[in-house]
């Protein structure tokens, strides 16, 4: 059965080289730290092969020496050697497997952390690219596979390798006619692993494509399980999951089969080798070339060459999972952090004016935007040149908001049908297509409450990424206090910030665990006193065990409106001098918002704070008003000014508030 991917669930890459050694320079490289067990581990490895050769030589001479010699003394010792081989074997495999463990583990650990360490420098803009079910595998299974190279395929291939080195060479030194005749069926040996290996090479992609699958859609249909149920979609998800389910069944049955033929097959080879020293070997000991203490020892030796080539074939198929899984690895450690830190940050005193200007700024999200059409003007270059493009006003038909149309709009839709009243920019062929931003200036004064508002899409939020320094513009420059914000580390620029979003994220920890954030300079007094100011502290205090609470996964403990609520304390803990509200309200019910707004007239109180919000009611008291459409600010003032200058923000409150007879503050 054969599915086809659905929605977004990306294929899986194909497969690389099986062996690359570009890619196994960099991994032997995590060894480096651990190189004497390394080398200790090896030395065993190799004691051990050369053990191997002692059993079938001290049956050579029990059978050539003490038998015939009715030797019970050299019988005795050969016994007792045998046996001491044997523990000492033992003994070394056990150390030999500790010791390759605690290094594998030691490696999972050090590339994990580096991982880690890595996704948390990389821009956001990586995150919108990647889903989190991939960059998680990336972290666990393909780790884990990293580690079974390490542990089962890397030191111990160098065991398998000088075994069969050493069996050769005693079996020639035996009887090298023997030996030859023994060797005979080495071409079919190579030949069938050739074919295993190319057969299981692809049910392997076909197995790890469809795993991807699997997961995808589980992480797809666990987080939205309540669509899932809201809809009634349980059978068919159920089917869908389950026709998934069967190809991954198929595919792993298929790379079983291919091993249920490979290893009887060698089984049979050895089987026909050991023939043919029987025959072989008989009719020379019939003729006293050899003798039969020969014979017995290569018939072991035989048995014993046979069982590392079977291993090889196990170690390739650890070998090209690794390839496969290190190379995904190493593409996420290479990614670009995107934000670059400066290489001599210039450092702002412990608490700044927070005064933030934006100058000509430009932005764009992924790829740089499509040319501009025949007949319009040039497009900014990211690195300077070309001036923006002029725009030409034009009269469009007017809105009239007391059409009945106008009474079932949408609120988010407001400001578009609001602008399409304005006189608007030139037509979509003259603008600078795929821009989100463009020349957007302003300045936020110390202490000022600055509100953006806009249509969805107008680059509100963009503005509150761009000066978290979440991306980075294209052009322009952000200043903080007159420095441009690339020139300050981003670690000191954010802990000057106060960021709430309207999609509160809580961790799986303590109430009081979520609002300190693991931040040194947030005692449990501030901590405290920030749950205070909001208001959150009674709705915590309600709770069976205060602020050692556990919330749950991502706060199911605590409403949507408590949730926002403590994501205020969280932001005002850290005494921020810049707050930033990206919708912070509009996602909690009227008595929890009132409640934010009072906490907000003595937290903004000497604070710069910038301010998006679709409720006009939550921004009529700023200081300033930004109105952004198609990524350009139309109209800047008070709410009392806009209103009376009647333009796009005055026809926006006039839909809002349900018609043009509301009130003027």
Not at 133 to 162: A, H, K, P
Not at 520 to 544: S, Y
Request: aromatic residues 8%; hydrophobic residues 45%.
């Amino acid at each position: 059965m054969q599915i086809a991917p659905e929605g977004p669930i990306r294929e899986e890459e194909p497969l690389g080289k099986a062996y690359d050694a570009r890619l196994m320079r960099r991994l032997l490289g995590y060894l480096r730290p651990y190189r004497l067990n390394v080398v200790v581990a090896v030395l065993m490895l190799i004691l051990a092969s050369g053990l191997e050769l002692v059993g079938p030589w001290l049956t050579k001479l029990a059978i050539d020496d003490a038998i015939p010699e009715a030797d019970y003394r050299l019988l005795i010792v050969l016994a007792v050697v045998y046996a001491l081989a044997l523990a000492l074997s033992a003994a070394l495999e056990y150390a030999r497997t500790l010791l390759t463990t605690w290094i594998g583990q030691r490696v999972m650990k050090d590339l994990r952390g580096e991982i880690f360490s890595h996704l948390q420098r990389l821009q956001l803009s990586y995150f919108d690219r990647n889903p989190v079910g991939r960059t998680m595998t990336r972290v666990t299974s393909d780790v884990e596979v990293l580690n079974e190279m390490f542990t089962s395929g890397v030191v111990t291939i160098f065991g398998d390798v000088f075994t069969v080195l050493f069996i050769v060479g005693a079996m020639l030194a035996l009887d090298w006619r023997l030996a030859l005749v023994t060797f005979a069926v080495l071409p079919v040996v190579f030949l069938s692993a050739w074919l295993f290996r190319s057969k299981v090479r692809a049910a392997y992609r076909d197995i790890r494509l469809r795993l991807a699958r699997i997961n995808a859609f589980l992480q797809e249909r666990i987080n939205g399980m309540s669509v899932v149920q809201l809809f009634r979609t349980e059978r068919p998800t159920l089917q869908r999951f389950r026709d998934l389910n069967e190809d991954h069944l198929e595919a792993h049955l298929r790379s079983i089969t291919y091993y249920a033929l490979f290893f009887p097959i060698v089984e049979l080879l050895a089987s026909v080798a050991l023939a043919l020293i029987i025959w072989y070997g008989g009719g020379q000991a019939i003729q006293g070339v050899v003798t039969i203490g020969v014979i017995a020892a290569f018939l072991q030796y035989a048995r014993r060459f046979f069982r590392p080539i079977q291993d090889l074939s196990e170690k390739y198929n650890i070998l090209q999972n690794a390839m496969a899984s290190s190379e995904r690895v190493f593409r996420l450690l290479d990614e670009e952090p995107g934000i670059r830190e400066p290489e001599a940050p210039i450092h702002l005193p412990p608490r700044a004016r927070g005064r933030i200007e934006f100058e000509g700024v430009w932005f764009h999200y992924g790829s740089a935007p499509a040319p501009a059409l025949r007949g319009a003007p040039p497009l900014p270059d990211p690195e300077g040149g070309a001036e923006p493009p002029e725009v030409t006003l034009e009269e469009p038909a007017r809105y009239d908001p007391d059409t009945p149309e106008a009474a079932d709009v949408e609120v988010p839709k407001l400001v578009e049908l609001a602008a399409a009243a304005m006189p608007t920019e030139a037509p979509a062929a003259m603008r600078a297509p795929g821009w989100v931003l463009e020349d957007v200036s302003f300045v936020a004064e110390p202490g000022e409450r600055l509100a953006i508002v806009g249509a969805t899409g107008a680059g509100k939020s963009t503005i509150i990424n761009l000066i978290m320094r979440f991306y980075e513009p294209q052009r322009g420059r952000i200043l903080l206090d007159g420095v441009d914000i690339r020139e300050i580390s981003t670690r000191e620029l954010r802990s000057h910030m106060g960021l709430v979003l309207q999609d509160v994220y809580l961790f799986s920890g303590t109430a009081g665990e979520n609002i300190r954030l693991v931040r040194p300079e947030v005692t449990d007094v501030r901590m405290r006193e920030a749950a205070r100011r909001v208001g959150i502290n009674r709705h915590i205090e309600r709770l069976p065990r205060g602020y050692a609470e556990e919330l749950g996964e991502r706060g199911s403990k605590l409403s949507v409106g408590e949730r926002q609520l403590l994501s205020f304390a969280r932001a005002l803990a850290g005494d921020p001098q810049v707050l930033l509200l990206d919708e912070a309200t509009s996602s909690v019910d009227s008595e929890i918002e009132a409640q934010i707004e009072r906490a907000l007239e003595e937290l903004m109180s000497g604070r710069t704070s910038i301010v998006v919000a679709h409720r006009l009611s939550t921004v009529q008291n700023a200081d300033r008003i930004l109105v952004l459409h198609h990524g350009r600010i139309r109209e800047s003032g008070t709410h009392r000014e806009l209103l009376e200058r009647g333009g796009l923000y005055a026809r926006l409150h006039n839909l809002q508030f349900a018609g043009p007879t509301a009130a003027v503050s």
